[in-house]
């Protein structure tokens, strides 16, 4: 057999270029994962178990290829699990029909108001076709920054939601991956800037991306080369909020009302605030829009609405009505290719999106 040396370089920027256009491939739709809270204390019961067979058997810990447990004392051995699983079972089940309900109401909430839509961005399943992210192209976050920027320049109506009207009317441009020279590195771009006369604002995209080192230095670079009033936005999943609280520890502040802020001095001993924002907050502002507003174009509309399905399927990780209504048929939390990969908590929080959300509508 001949043996070709192994280029390992062209193999990595092989994998890199599949991961990128496919980020799916390193998840699996179809697990279920348990939520944590059900497994406390679960162990104990495996520990008596276990240490009650040792102290019968002291054979069971040599050093063997395998070693086969004495069946008299399997008996009864998984009751305590059993148990469990079963209450993990009926909570979850339970929690899955709270959840249909709470969709069904939303699909009415839709049909009944001035939306140009009579149907809720989670009626559709873009989440568990593997590789799917419907009609458009969203996997790098330089996808979803063009997105974003789309829906920002061509209407100031998600920038007045977003910003409390202090940002006013449509943008006079939109920049993305605006280069800014100078810094620690010879190129560095902001992925958003929404320019004004008298300033505008910066965002930075976070999806999968954790180095939030470079950002308050970004914001200062944006203040060197365009002049007036800035607001500087990190927008990222909550999830990252631990790393992110790592990587900057007292410079954030959480003010009772409002956005954390992190304040920092990259440059020349002047303090830069970066407002810390959600992709939560990004999705309820769209559907707050698409369900009150009935003066906004078709074709902006159209994209908000887009947008909004795919932040809440593919970042929020928010489980759609067609697969919540399977497994709702099916009465078990483990069926096939149906189950929920969602835990408990999970789940919880989508019901208190859609219920603010539908509430929001109802007040509106």
Known sequence: MEVIDCDWASFDSWWESHVDIDQSVLTEADSLVLDSRWLDGQWASIDDWWERYVSTDQSALVDETTITLDDRLLAGGWIDLDNWWQSYSKAHQEDVEELLATLKKAEKVWAAGPSQFDTDPLSADWQTVHGSTGPIRLVREEDWSYALAYLFMESGVLINELFNNSHDGTPDSVETEAHLPGGSETT???????????????????????????????????????????THVLLLPAYQYPQLRDAFGRKISEPAEGHPIITATPFDNRD???????????????????????????????????????????????????????????NDIVHDNVSLAAGIQDIENEISYLQATNEDTNNG
């Open 272 to 330: 830069i605030e970066v407002q810390i924002r959600n992709w939560k907050e990004i999705s309820t502002a769209l559907r707050r829009i698409l369900q009150q507003n009935d003066e906004i174009s078709p074709h902006w509309a159209a994209s908000a609405y887009v947008v909004c399905t795919l932040i809440e399927q593919k970042i929020l990780g928010f489980v759609p009505k067609p697969i919540v209504k399977q497994q709702v048929a099916t």
């Open 188 to 230: 560095r771009y902001e992925d958003i800037l929404i320019i004004n006369s008298g300033g505008g604002i910066s965002i930075e995209v976070k999806i999968h991306d954790t180095n939030f080192q470079k950002t308050v230095e970004t914001a200062e670079l944006v203040e060197r080369h365009h002049s007036g009033d800035w």
